[in-house]
């Protein structure tokens, strides 16, 4: 972590600050001496203490000084709002965000505000670590401990262990001590058990969903506890506020011209859908995270739910505070539709939960239901290969070459890149649902369109080029150590061309793996959230924030694994390994190892690596789970219901003529099996030019896909057969017992709304071009008070205790005075809320809730996966896997021109995928850092967002399109 030691600072401040007072002659200066004089307090009083309780915790909001010394006046602006304060900091924007300064390095201004930004994120992690992690299997040893170890430095669970029905109950050890060994550890196994050898259940398919939250805090709608009586009353339940009608009203993208777009299926040259643009981010980002949670989570059991049916609403409206049936005409005006049905939510266990009691408080053991994961929790590209027997028949190798993933030429496709070919179909006698007849074949089909099908396919043939390049280098150099070790004969070196196809196969498994997360973290993320700000902290935690693999990185690293991870000490254990661990990056954490347990011998460039595949603590000696074993939370699941990500037509290019649009493609033409004649004939170079190009829908309200609330259903026996998925996002969550918005918020330590005016974003100037915009969200804050309400408090209600208000109880009237009317923004749902924050960090496309879910789960998917820390080795991913990943290919590390944001950097990792899969794009990705960036906008200076076209795509249309 970066901030500057006291003294230096207050040695700079006291000879800086006299003459800097002599110059105080322009509002500029003035600012900055006051923020220099803030600045030295904050030096004196030292860094703020992590919170003991969760009553105390940080909230993303710093002292007025603290505020003032990192981004001067503008930072006070949004003191009194209850978002983050760091995204008013100096640097943290787009070029009008960056200050002169008089100082340089860490004291001059825009340093100052993005080292305090770093730390202010850093607050939110640790915290986090601390109060957010409820694992429905060991949460009692978390609070109580265990075996006189600390609950959060425990490192093993029984509750991880194989059942005695496992297959390899007996490979692991049975009964006794479990251990993974031999094959069970050389590869990511296709149920996901192993990953750490000695938990091996965790994280493996069908293991309960964790929680983020209280579990007293879960299921608000069945009233358990006093608290939330006292927040939601009687005014919540599955289908009150009614879901189709929060969709209608609240979700819907209104259309200029209606009879253009036809809820989304038009398809004509005059065919056109409204939508709300990012203008930073491409539609082949929406798909890429529809990708990757196919990768990571699954409610869904072979593409179904529970046994029965349920309504999805369009059944009631509130009115005077109470729900009634709609009219035939209010139905007909909304357009959502009461025989809709769907298969109810799957629940694993619906008994009540046992409970314990801790220093005279009792807790709940586990969430008053739970949920199991049907996908295997890590991040092992499964949606590709597999996470269970059956999805795993359904990927088919190539017969000529096992290592390989089949890959079929198509007729009449041409393009460089087409040698490398397409995806097969499914056969008739592949285990499939009836409802992914003629897709593609890949272990995760459902809910399959054309993004979907292009991922697949370029993830495939990049499977397909490694493998390629391995064989190469094989035939150059037979006799050379590939690297890879066989765990049940470790001496033995296995040479380049005694690798099976099976090795080669799980090591391009591995190698793919790794790759997509890099994408994942350094790529697509940095662009999700577009500030230097983010991408430094993303950058940190793969690389460090010390990058480069250098002495320091490497100290930094023997701190965190060696002292840090083996300390029994709560905070050791926690706090000061996530500290360390930023520095010297989350990924490769523990794969090497020296000798001596001497700190600084890391530092020294000739220490020996002794990092030994014979050595359990060496496989798994760089996880960290922080006391609770590693699954998404339920609330992860929350935060990625993007639908609106997605537009309803797609722009469709010809790489060869990129600046024009051919037609609009409707995205429903191409659900499920149309997607394989939608790929064919379109052409994978096509599609990537016409999703990298186009940009993504807004997450806001008003912005839901239309052919998503009108999406055809034919595996549902319903009278409609059809589907309103935005609805359904609001319902599964609370069948699923996610807490609404205000307490979601509070349990993740970020301050809670007081009225639905809170949303409006206060930056908006009403006597500028920002009133359209201002307007809009006023037309939706009326909107959700109609359809939330509002009602009479009573301050003798305490609601919560997971935050205090100016150090008092939150009570239902939420500040405001008793017996006033105050609007139900407790009831919120959170999919609502988030999409309700029009107040964002800059280049932000998701919420900072949502954000925050992120902060600590993106963290640590990759903390507790041993393929990611100690075990990135070339033992398991091969040398050419290692390569692979650390420099996004086989050619060695490859620079972009120029310094985009000011940062040298290395052609993106996608970039190199897609050059390597589609060698065509090399003159459309030419212009390109970020793939995920549409593709033929000028990025302009420091994050600019603005929509303007980079030099060549000036005839693009879509740059005239608003
Ligand atoms: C063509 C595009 C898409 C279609 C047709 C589609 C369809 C669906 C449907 C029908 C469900 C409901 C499953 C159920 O609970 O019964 C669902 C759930 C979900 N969708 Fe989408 N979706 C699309 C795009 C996306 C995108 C771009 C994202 C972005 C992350 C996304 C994220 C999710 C998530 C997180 C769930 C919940 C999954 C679970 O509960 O395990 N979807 N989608």
Known sequence: MKFWGNRIFIAACV?????????????????????????????????????????????????????????????????????????????????SSQSRSLLFGHLARDQRGLDGALLDLEYQRIEMIKFNLFDNYTFQGYVSGRDNIPGRSIKVWPEMRLPSNDPHYKDVGGDGTQLCKGELIRYRTLNGICNDIK??????????????????????????????????????????????????????????????????????????????????????????????????FSHLDEGHNGKTLEATGCQTKLENGKPRALTQAEIAALGCRPGDRIDVALMKDTTPPPTFTQQGKTYLARAQKTTANTNTAWWDASQIYGYSDRSGQRVKRDPKDPAKLLMVQIPGRTAEGDQQGYLPSFAANDPI????????????????????????????????????????????????????????????????????????????????????????????????????????????NWHGL???????????????????????????????????????????????????????????????????????????GGVNHFGSPFNFPEEFITVYRLHPLVPDLLDFRDYKNPNQIQREYPVVQSFRGAATAAEHDGGLSNWAVTMGRQRLGALTLGNSPQFLQNLPMGRIASTTQKLDVPALDILRDRERGVPRFNEFRRQYGLKSLTSFDDFINHRLDPNSADSVEL?????????????????????????????????????????????????????????????????????????????????????????SDRFFTSSFRPEFYTNLGVEWVTNNGPDGIVMEKGKPNGHEEVVSPMKRVLLRTMPELKGELDGVVNAFDPWARDRGNYYSLQWSPRAGAETDPAFKKP
């Open 433 to 540: 649902e009836p409802q992914w007849a003629g897709q593609e074949a890949v272990a995760f089909p459902d809910n399959w369109s054309i993004g979907l099908s292009f991922l697949h396919n370029v993830f495939s043939r990049e499977h397909n080029q490694f493998v390629e390049e391995f064989r190469r280098r094989a035939a150059a150099h037979p006799d050379d150590d590939s690297g890879l070790r066989d765990p049940a004969n470790p001496d033995r070196v296995i040479k380049m061309k005694d690798v099976t196809p099976e090795e080669l196969y799980q090591a391009a498994r591995l190698t793919v793996a790794a790759e997509i997360a890099k994408i994942h973290t350094t790529e697509w993320t940095t662009q999700l959230l577009y500030d230097e700000v983010l991408y430094t902290g993303m950058n940190a």
């Open 775 to 863: 307007n809009r969200e006023k037309k939706y804050i009326v909107k959700m008070r109609e359809i939330y309400g509002t009602h009479v408090c009573d301050d003798s209600k305490v609601i919560t205790e997971a935050q205090d208000l100016e150090d008092k109880p939150i009570t239902d009237c939420l500040g405001h005075p008793n017996g006033s009317t105050v609007d139900n923004v407790e009831d919120v749902d959170v999919v609502v809320g988030w999409l309700a924050e029009f107040t964002r960090p800059h280049g932000y496309a998701i919420s900072e809730t949502q954000f925050t879910v992120f902060i600590i789960n993106a963290s640590r998917r990759l903390f």
């Open 15 to 95: 000879l800086i600050l006299p003459a800097a007072a002599m110059l105080a002659v322009s509002p500029n200066l003035r600012e900055e001496v006051r923020s220099l004089r803030a600045c030295r307090q904050l030096a004196t009083e030292g860094l703020r203490p992590i919170a003991d309780d969760r009553r105390h915790r940080f909230l993303g909001k710093v002292k007025l000084e603290t505020a003032l010394c990192r981004g001067g006046d503008h930072a006070l602006v949004g003191a009194n709002t209850p978002w983050v304060d760091w995204e008013n900091y100096w640097g943290a924007g787009d070029s």
């Open 199 to 296: 938990n091996p259940a965790m994280g493996s398919a069908n293991m309960e969903f964790a929680r983020n939250v209280q579990f007293e805090e879960t299921f608000p709608q069945l009233g358990a506890t006093q608290l939330i009586k006292n927040r939601h009353g009687d005014r919540i339940s599955l289908l009150q506020p009614d879901p189709e009608v929060i969709s209608r009203e609240l979700f819907t993208r209104e259309q200029s011209d209606p009879a253009r777009c036809q809820d989304g299926t038009a398809s004509g040259a005059d065919a056109h859908c409204d939508y709300v643009k990012a203008p930073f981010f491409n539609v082949m980002a929406a798909f890429w995270i529809q990708f990757m949670t196919h990768d990571w």
């Open 546 to 620: 010390v990058r480069a693999d250098n002495l320091v990185s490497k100290a930094l690293e023997k701190v965190a694994v060696d002292d840090k991870g083996h300390s029994v000490r709560e905070p050791d254990q926690t706090t000061w390994y996530s500290v360390f661990a930023s520095g010297a990056g989350i990924f490769g954490l523990g794969s090497h190892r020296y000798a001596d347990k001497d700190l600084f011998l890391g530092l020294d460039p000739n220490a020996k690596d002794i990092w030994d595949i014979r050595n359990p603590d060496h496989v798994n």
